[in-house]
């Protein structure tokens, strides 16, 4: 079973730019989450789809980030404008239904300069 | 105060030795409980999930306080390749889940 695909893999910025990444999930997979992981840190929630419906967007910082899920596959999350502090790695994790294990795909590690 | 807070660790451990990691949660309405592994510039991993009965596998053991709202994993005769950060995971609303910082594991020759 093919994992959940990420891309890109590494993006540099400069702060004010406008940046996307994109996560293809697991077939069969109804949940999709966006967590941010700074370093140091353990991974925290940004949105959590069900389908193409949003779920929990309670921790997005919506004046920056978006994010959709046209068709409940696909995934992208924007920002735009970057900050310093949204260098991270932005880590995409999708699950066949609650309660069931979430698979992580490799993440984006996103550097804004 | 913090969802799931966590041993801060490092932990620097002999080839052989047992070590022990501990993690509390606030919320007490949460149902379901796992031990991820975190290996340095890779993607979470499930370790095990934890049951209100306690659990093994293999060398590793997960334990669950439901009282005292704490999760303990406990890893014997440690290898090598158990060299990684341990992070304690509880879910929360909606069934999403809320990850601690995580516990750095190194196993010395």
């Known amino acids: 079973e093919a994992g959940v695909a990420q891309s890109p893999r590494y993006k540099i910025i400069e702060k004010r730019q406008s940046v996307a990444f994109w996560c293809n999930p697991i077939?069969?997979?109804?949940?999709l989450y966006w967590y941010q992981q700074i370093l140091g840190q353990g991974p925290k929630l940004l949105i959590q789809f069900q389908n193409n419906g949003v779920v929990d967007d309670s921790q997005l910082p919506k004046d920056r980030f978006s994010a959709e899920r046209l068709k409940g596959v696909d995934s992208t999350l924007k920002i735009q404008p970057a900050k310093l502090e949204d260098s991270a790695v932005y880590l995409c994790?999708?699950?066949?239904?609650?309660?069931?294990?979430?698979?992580f795909g490799p993440g984006t590690r996103l550097t804004v300069l | 105060r913090k969802e799931v807070e966590q041993d801060p660790g490092p932990f620097n451990v002999p080839e052989g030795a047992t070590v022990a990691f501990n993690c509390t949660y606030s919320n007490s309405a949460s149902q379901s409980f796992f031990w991820y592994r975190q290996d340095c510039r890779k993607e979470p991993k499930l370790l095990m999930s934890v049951y209100s009965s306690g659990n093994e596998d293999g060398r590793f053991t997960a334990q669950l306080n439901r009282a005292s709202q704490y999760i303990s994993l406990l890893i014997r005769d440690s290898k090598l390749s158990d060299s990684a950060t341990y992070l304690c995971?509880?879910?929360?609303?909606?069934?999403?889940?809320?990850f601690g910082t995580g516990t750095r594991l190194t196993v010395i020759p």
């Open positions: 995971v509880v879910n929360g609303r909606a069934n999403n889940l809320f």
């Open positions: 077939s069969g997979h109804a949940t």
């Open positions: 994790a999708t699950q066949r239904g609650p309660y069931n294990e979430q698979f």
